[in-house]
């Protein structure tokens, strides 16, 4: 079965910084591109990031280019994602979610998320 | 980026009868749009992909048309179980995104 699971949500200050991890079993992590996406009740869900099977290639959307960066570990079947600069609009439900297809790198649907994990940034 | 719009917000059905749900994307994403669900406290679960294709699992009730910038998702049958929020999303186009979703509740 797969599973994801996301960890490290806390409460953090504006300009502070988090790291996420997501922890996959169930299936070859280490074949398959991975995705955060964030949701808020404002915004709905938007996607963040993406980082290829082999953590060669990685993108961001424009909001959090600079400031996040996605890493995984395939030794031990993680994903992350660094959190910079944290602004007030990146409070959010983080979710990971993995690409349906192997070796694909974007393009693709997402055939299983985790159940996130939330990061508010507030004073 | 291409905008994915969600027709109703909500939709009230009673259990046993027919949901039809509509997306709409800005610019065409031809099949490349797929639909699933949300429950509080879950996981985002995986219903369509390209468009009309049923993920592993999922019931015969459910069925996705469309192509280009017009979708439907059609429940046949409204289980008790299937009362959420329903999402469309492209993978056509970069970014990704996702439509604002459509509520299913009980009439």
């Known amino acids: 079965e797969v599973q994801l699971v996301e960890s490290g949500g806390v409460v953090v200050q504006p300009g502070g910084s988090l790291r996420l991890s997501c922890a996959a079993s169930g299936f070859t992590f280490n074949d398959y591109t991975m995705h955060w996406v964030r949701q808020t009740p404002q915004k709905g869900l938007k996607w963040v990031s993406i980082?290829?099977?082999?953590?060669?290639?990685?993108s961001y959307a424009d909001s959090v280019k600079g400031r996040f960066i996605i890493s995984r570990d395939n030794t031990k079947n993680s994903l992350f994602l660094e959190m910079k600069s944290l602004k007030t609009e990146d409070t959010a439900l983080y979710f990971c979610?993995?690409?349906?297809?192997?070796?694909?790198?974007?393009?693709?649907?997402?055939?299983?998320w985790g159940q996130g994990t939330l990061v508010t940034v507030s004073s | 980026e291409i905008v994915m719009t969600q027709s109703p917000a909500t939709l009230s059905v009673s259990p046993g009868e027919r949901a039809t749900l509509s997306c709409r994307a800005s610019q065409s994403v031809f099949t490349n749009l797929a639909w699933f669900l949300q429950k509080p406290g879950q996981a985002p679960r995986l219903l369509i992909y390209g468009a009309s294709t049923r993920a592993t699992g999922v019931p015969a009730r459910f069925s996705g048309s469309g192509s280009g910038t017009e979708f439907t998702l059609t429940i046949s049958s409204l289980q008790s179980e299937d009362f959420a929020i329903y999402y469309c999303?492209?993978?056509?186009?970069?970014?990704?995104?996702f439509g604002q979703g459509t509520r299913l509740e009980i009439k």
């Open positions: 979610a993995k690409e349906a297809t192997v070796h694909t790198y974007g393009y693709h649907w997402f055939d299983y």
């Open positions: 999303q492209q993978y056509d186009n970069w970014p990704l995104t």
């Open positions: 980082i290829s099977w082999d953590g060669d290639t990685t």
